[in-house]
Nanobody
Framework: QLQLVESGGGLVQPGGSLRLSCAVS????????MGWFRQAPGEEREGVSS????????NYADSVKGRFTISRDNARNTVYLQMNSLRPEDTGIYSC????????????????????WGQGTQVTVSS
């Protein structure tokens, strides 16, 4: 059973940066496409970014392109989300999701395509 634990959230001022981490245990990360999703109060969960098994393919929501960078370290079983130029509208609970796939370059921003998820970490962007 795959387990995912997010960390790195917190309170940051607009324009600031945070780096989220997702530590994976239970199985080898290299077999999984990974994604970061977020949910603001009263809103639907939104796919923010996804990264393929190899790390060579990535996908971003239009709202974060050019500001967020997803990466992975399969040797450390960890996925990261570097968030720069943060805005108040980036506030929400950020969760890490995983799906087992045989396609090395598969990515997805659709929640229905994922099988495992963590508890999430709160990100608050406010002055």
């Amino acid at each position: 059973q795959l387990q995912l634990v997010e960390s790195g959230g917190g309170l940051v001022q607009p324009g600031g940066s945070l780096r989220l981490s997702c530590a994976v245990s239970g199985e080898t990360l290299e077999h999984y496409t990974m994604g970061w999703f977020r949910q603001a109060p009263g809103e639907e969960r939104e796919g923010v970014s996804s990264i393929s098994r190899t790390g060579d393919s990535t996908n971003y929501a239009d709202s974060v392109k050019g500001r967020f960078t997803i990466s992975r370290d399969n040797a450390r079983n960890t996925v990261y989300l570097q968030m720069n130029s943060l805005r108040p509208e980036d506030t929400g609970i950020y969760s890490c999701l995983a799906t087992y796939t045989g396609e090395p370059e598969y990515t997805s921003l659709a929640r229905k395509n994922y099988d495992y998820w963590g508890q999430g970490t709160q990100v608050t962007v406010s002055s």
